[in-house]
């Protein structure tokens, strides 16, 4: 079954550029999407379809997907974006959803 | 506005059964790709199942043959029965919305409900 990978942890000081990677064998050649998890809540969803973003979300998320790294990049990182970062993908070949194990976001 | 609604965890006994539910408002469940997935203490997010407007119905390896996901279009709810229960099936199980793209990309999850916890102890 397909793999997505994440780093466990990424840390940032507010207003500086947060960079959480997903990796994935040929993962550009597929769609990733985004979950952000903040403590003691429901996933929301922050990017789809590799760099489009939800209503409400800033612009300030943004996402990349190219050969085997897809990345989602926070400008001017605030104190509430520290959060859990999820990726998912979906495997056309066993029609299962998969997550990347998840990335925890701390804002210094 | 959209809701889901979960509800029905609980404590259960190893081997026992549950059937947890998810009750949506503002949209039709029975068009639109309906999910659970769950998330143990203190772990990372892992897809249990889906059901797919046509009926179809897909679940993730360590809960095939065990857990079964279904719908009442009259309720607008979507369930999810466990039986054969382990305490690694021990979580918080949110269901979720799924919006699908195409054959090649699948869908993403645009909604998701609060979940409910299920703890599997003796």
């Known amino acids: 079954s397909y793999v997505l990978t994440q780093a466990p942890s990424v840390s940032v000081a507010p207003g500086e550029t947060a960079r959480i990677n997903c990796g994935g064998n040929n993962i550009g050649s597929k769609s990733v999407h985004w979950y952000q998890q903040k403590a003691g809540q429901a996933p929301v969803l922050v990017m789809y379809y590799d760099n489009d973003r939800p209503p409400g979300i800033p612009d300030r998320f943004s996402g990349f997907n190219s050969r085997n790294t897809a990345t989602l990049t926070i400008i001017r990182v605030e104190a509430g974006d520290e959060a859990d970062y999820y990726c998912?993908?979906?495997?056309?070949?066993?029609?299962?959803?998969?997550f990347g194990g998840g990335t925890k976001l701390t804002v210094l | 506005e959209v809701q889901l609604v979960g509800s029905g965890g609980t404590l259960v006994h190893p081997g026992g059964s549950l059937r947890i539910s998810c009750e949506a408002s503002?949209?039709?469940?029975?068009?639109?790709?309906m999910n659970w997935v769950r998330q143990a203490p203190g772990r990372g997010l892992q897809w249990v199942s889906v059901?797919?407007?046509?009926?179809?119905?897909f679940y993730a390896d360590s809960v095939q043959g065990r857990f079964s996901i279904s719908r009442d279009t009259s309720k607008n709810t979507i369930f999810l029965q466990m039986d054969s229960l382990r305490p690694e099936d021990t979580a918080v199980y949110y269901c979720a919305r799924g919006i699908w793209i195409d054959l090649w990309t699948g869908y993403y999850n645009d909604f998701w409900g609060q979940g409910t916890l299920v703890t599997v102890s003796s």
């Open positions: 998912q993908m979906w495997d056309s070949g066993s029609d299962h959803v998969v």
């Open positions: 059901i797919y407007p046509g009926g179809a119905t």
């Open positions: 503002e949209f039709n469940v029975s068009v639109n790709y």
